[in-house]
Nanobody, 126 residues
Framework: QVQLVESGGGLVQAGGSLRLSCAASGRTFSSSTMGWFRQAPGKEREFVAAITWSGGSTAYSDSVKGRFTISRVNTKSTMYLQMNSLKPEDTAIYYC???????????????????WGQGTQVTVSS
């Protein structure tokens, strides 16, 4: 069983920064590709970033590329999302998720992820 718990969300002004954390339980974290997704009110959940099990490869949506950085520390079973230059349109609930296939590449396809956290709210004021 895998449990994912996000933290670090909050209210920030436009141009500010936040760092989200995703703490994982279970034995498969170091073998798992992980991703960050977000869902704004009235919108579908969308891909934000992903990182391979080794941390050697990352992927980002065009909307956050150059502003957000995904990383992980396998010895702590924790993944991070550093968010800089935040914009009001970044306001959403942010979720971390684990890709079902171990030792896999990054993907933005939601059905490929089987375990999800409960989410953390990020609100960016203008």
């Amino acid at each position: 069983q895998v449990q994912l718990v996000e933290s670090g969300g909050g209210l920030v002004q436009a141009g500010g920064s936040l760092r989200l954390s995703c703490a994982a339980s279970g034995r498969t974290f170091s073998s798992s590709t992980m991703g960050w997704f977000r869902q704004a009110p009235g919108k579908e959940r969308e891909f934000v970033a992903a990182i391979t099990w080794s941390g050697g490869s990352t992927a980002y949506s065009d909307s956050v590329k150059g502003r957000f950085t995904i990383s992980r520390v396998n010895t702590k079973s924790t993944m991070y999302l550093q968010m800089n230059s935040l914009k009001p349109e970044d306001t959403a609930i942010y979720y971390c998720a684990r890709r079902r296939t171990l030792f896999s590449s990054t993907t933005d396809r939601i059905p490929e992820y089987d375990y999800w956290g409960q989410g953390t709210q990020v609100t960016v004021s203008s």
